[in-house]
């Protein structure tokens, strides 16, 4: 037996958690969280995006940062993610560290192991797409593995899950990509 879903609830699995940081034009930090962004491109991240406090801040500043949710700050998440940055200074609420980032004029959350710093390619108002070029990352020592690179066990990021409206950890590698299908190539 099957199931239909129309297309308000349909899931597409899985959605990252992704917090962005912006300054208003009076240089105030706001963070909200994301979860309709992705790759789109090497060095370019996309956003599906109403209006917010923080789509003003982008048209005001021109640069923003993108935290990957992870397990030890799921509840900061969470609450950048109910609280509108219109009514609640939610860098204060939430008691989070900032200081401004070394490449664009944008928040950086100290709480979160892994920064991207993006200056806004496009921000088209009529259909909420953002699109930001990754000028550089920022990750604390710590998460890095043996050879320099991001180790995601460690970083223990998060992934939304739309149909049940929770939040789930990643789990472990299970196989190396461009080698798990090889044998199938002739």
């Known amino acids: 037996m099957t199931k239909t879903f129309d297309s308000n609830h349909a899931p597409v699995f899985p959605q990252g958690v992704f917090i962005i940081g912006t300054y208003d034009k009076n240089g105030i930090p706001n963070a909200m969280n994301a979860a309709w ?5 090497y060095g370019e991240i996309t956003f599906s995006l109403a209006k917010h406090k923080t789509t003003e801040n982008l048209k005001e500043t021109g640069g923003f940062t993108v935290a990957f949710g992870t397990v030890d700050t799921m509840e900061i998440c969470d609450y950048f993610g ?34 991207m710093e993006c ?12 699109i930001g070029e990754i000028v550089d990352e ?10 320099g690179k991001i180790d995601f066990d460690k970083v223990n990021p998060i ?8 939040y789930r950890s990643t789990g472990p590698v299970v196989g190396k990509a461009f080698k798990a299908g090889i044998r199938y190539r002739k």
Not at 85 to 112: D, M, Q, R, S
Not at 119 to 130: D, M, P, Q, Y
């Open 159 to 166: 992934i939304f899950d739309i149909a049940t409206g929770a």
């Open 119 to 130: 200056r806004v390619k496009s921000w088209n108002e009529e259909t909420g797409i953002l």
């Open 82 to 115: 109910i609280e509108s940055g219109n009514k609640v200074n939610k860098i204060e609420a939430a008691g989070v560290h900032v200081h401004k980032a070394p490449n664009v004029n944008a928040p950086v959350i100290e709480e979160f192991p892994v920064i």
């Open 37 to 41: 962004g992705f790759q789109s491109d």
């Open 138 to 147: 920022i990750v604390d020592e710590k998460y890095l593995d043996e050879e």
